[in-house]
């Protein structure tokens, strides 16, 4: 009798720990197929959102969401649709959530530093752009930002540093030399603008808004001949930039040359 009894309790214990161990299968699975169902709309998200199929891209994201709140890169992609759709201020919202969830994450400050750029809030955007910077020291796109927003706020002064940032990790930056020597021009420095206009041609000599500004600089030194060269190169390269040839009409008349500048005016 005991014997009996000692084996339906045996066969009773297995049978529970059977479906204790089959409950923990379940939970392990379904919290992995979670796991799934989130990336998976999140993908969805962006691949409507790549084909800019914005508002149904925006329902998956926030299907993601919902089901996990702490899913950095959802509220990031969400952000990024809603910016798309010049949504800029919903846009802002999504990439703070992201920020919650992860102070650090680089891809929501750069979201925020594209959406205040959009909205003109330049002061905003580059305290962003700092972060960026911050976060990631060796990328130089990040410093060239940086100085970019400062020019924009018309800190010229400011902003030279930060394209050093930039050439300290790549000296042949094209893109970095050029805007330091904007600044340069309109700090005065015209002869050490050229020197930078120059040297961004050398890297890419179909760099045409590098000619220009070096006509520019030319012009401010009272070397009118040379600016029209430098314009002459930057038309070659884009005939139809309409800039240049508003530049070189105005070296004409400097020059005296009122036929010639006329030529330019009608066609402009």
């Not at 972060?131 to 990631?136: A, F, R």
């Not at 030399?177 to 000599?205: C, H, M, W």
């Amino acid at each position: 009798m005991e014997t009996s009894l000692s084996r339906n309790q045996e066969r009773s214990g297995g049978i529970n720990l059977r479906i204790f161990n089959l409950l923990i299968c379940f939970f392990i699975l379904n919290s992995v197929c979670l796991a799934e169902d989130t990336e998976y709309f999140d993908w969805k998200g962006l691949k409507l959102s790549a084909s800019k199929n914005y508002t149904e891209a925006l329902q998956y994201f926030d299907k993601a969401i919902n089901q996990n709140g702490n899913y950095t890169d959802a509220w990031i992609h969400k952000g990024d649709t809603q910016r798309a759709m010049k949504d800029y201020n919903a846009s802002l919202l999504s990439y703070d959530q992201a920020l919650k969830v992860d102070k650090n994450e680089t891809a929501a400050w750069s979201g925020i530093v594209e959406a205040y750029s959009l909205l003109k809030k330049y002061d905003e955007a580059y305290a962003a752009a700092a972060k960026v910077t911050e976060l990631d020291p060796k990328n130089k796109a990040n410093w060239l930002k940086e100085g970019n927003l400062l020019q924009l706020q018309g800190s010229y002064d400011k902003a030279v540093p930060k394209y050093d940032g930039a050439l300290a990790l790549d000296p042949q930056y094209k893109d970095a030399l050029y805007r330091k020597g904007i600044s340069l021009l309109a700090l005065g420095n015209a002869t050490s603008a050229i020197e930078l206009f120059d040297q961004v041609v050398k890297i890419d000599p179909k760099y045409k808004n590098a000619f220009n500004a070096k006509g520019l600089a030319l012009e401010t030194k009272g070397l009118d001949s040379e600016a029209q060269e430098a314009y002459n190169m930057s038309l070659e390269i884009d005939p139809k930039w309409s800039q240049p040839m508003i530049n070189k009409e105005h070296s004409l008349l400097a020059l005296g040359k009122m036929d010639e500048a006329m030529k330019i005016f009608v066609v402009i």
